[in-house]
């Protein structure tokens, strides 16, 4: 009697768990996103090029990262472009990556991996918002204004 | 030669009384020290950032040898950074900040509050509020100043304290430094593919070209507004954990030739400052990447360039790809941070 206790608790605990993973996606917004930018778009990180984010304790920096267009939510955007997208201090996780110098970003992105698909609400461009070092190993294969990543949030 | 053998000779027998003389903290440790002493001596005086007793960052100035430290400042209350001389040597600008905040080796420009006083530190008048009036520097005549936020750069009036002019920074964003001649500026840039550049930018056209790419910082201009001072730090297999050490590098300002001026096996250099007769360099370095501005600094040394390059320590790397560098006569100053020199003597008087 105990046994058959135990395996039903132990199905329905596999039950609800099948229900929390195959359940509805995770759509990367949250409460605050659409406060922050003016451009909001979901996009999969294309790469991570070797020497794009690395941590060195004196240098605060941003890493340019390219990602492709999935969806736009907010802001004119081309369907399926190619952006590039500067995240400040980027071997931090979003939430901790903030300081007296950068404010008013954060997320939940805990770090950058390619393949990634996230949900970010954007500046454009991004020297009007940031003044600092800039990791770009895209120089000069790209045109036009890079954005400045406010909020990034995993997504599914 | 015999002549040069007879001056070392000399100079030998009478350094220890050349430093009493000039009331050296530093003696010479060499004739050719002293004889370095002994030319420089009276060629005006440097001020720099440096601790004081009770704790904080004070101003001081000290004779091109190191001789006659004084403190000028004397504010317990306040940290003062980054003190650059008018022209004419009669004026001085740094910034204050409060006690608590530490000096930000990347950030010391906008931080605290602008002063300006008479070079001997008296009259200190600040000019705007805390974080105003960021990365600003004096034109030749002390009549306006560039200054660079994230905004871009605009030049201020300073009689009026209005903006004059504003144009776009395109990718600068920290040490930037107004020419004597008033045409370009030069400073610490993004935008030329790698982070931490040395830029040039043409005040009249807004063009800006970069002068050397990759990891330089606190770039300051030679007299004749054409080569820049700046430093350098190249990653090198087996150095420093294969990190390297910060060096002393001098480029035209087209940058289309550099030169090593002075690298040391154990300390990054910064803070290059050439003497207002393009003759010498001034600098200072650490251990520290940053300067160690939050802890008590390091020795500035100064240098003639005409003995660049010069190599201190058994950096091998350096020295198979510098073969001619010698090993020169650099002077040992009190510990400082961003020194500024001029030959003016007003500084020294009350």
Known sequence: ?156 | MNRRLNLSLFLSAIYPLLAVCHGQSYAAESPDEAALQAEVHSKGWIVFSSRSDRGDYDLFICRPDGSARTNITRTPEFNEAWPRYSSDGTKLMYRRLHRDQTIDGNRYGEQGILVMAQSNGSQPKTFGDDGDYPWAGWNQDCSQLLCMSQKGFSIVDIASRKIVRTFPRQGFFQQTTWSPDGKWLVGVANSFGTSWSIARLNIASGAATAVNTIDCCTPDWFPDSANVIFSWRTAVEGINNGYGWTQLWRADAEGKSNRLVYAEEGRHIYGGHVSPDGKYVLFTGNVQEDGDPGSSGAPMGLMRLSDAPVIRGKNTELRARFPNAGTGTVLTLPLGWEPCWTFSETPGKP
């Open chain 1, 1 to 156: 009697m105990r046994i058959q206790t135990s395996k039903l608790a132990l199905v329905a605990a596999l039950g609800l768990f099948s229900v929390s993973c195959g359940g509805k996606a995770n759509s990367g917004t949250d409460a605050r996103m659409s406060d922050y930018g003016t451009v909001e778009v979901t996009a999969r990180l294309v790469e991570v090029p070797t020497g794009a984010i690395f941590h060195r304790e004196l240098y605060n920096y941003a890493t340019i990262l390219k990602y492709q267009i999935v969806a736009v939510h907010r802001g004119k955007v081309p369907d399926n472009a190619i952006i590039y997208v500067g995240h400040y201090n980027p071997w931090k996780p979003r939430a901790e990556a903030a300081d007296s110098r950068v404010k008013n970003i954060g997320g939940d992105s805990r770090q950058f991996r390619a393949g990634q698909l996230q949900r970010m609400a954007l500046e454009t461009p991004m020297d009007d918002f940031f003044m600092g070092g800039i990791v770009d190993k895209y120089f000069g294969r790209h045109t036009g204004p890079a954005y400045w990543a406010v909020r990034t949030n995993d997504a599914d």
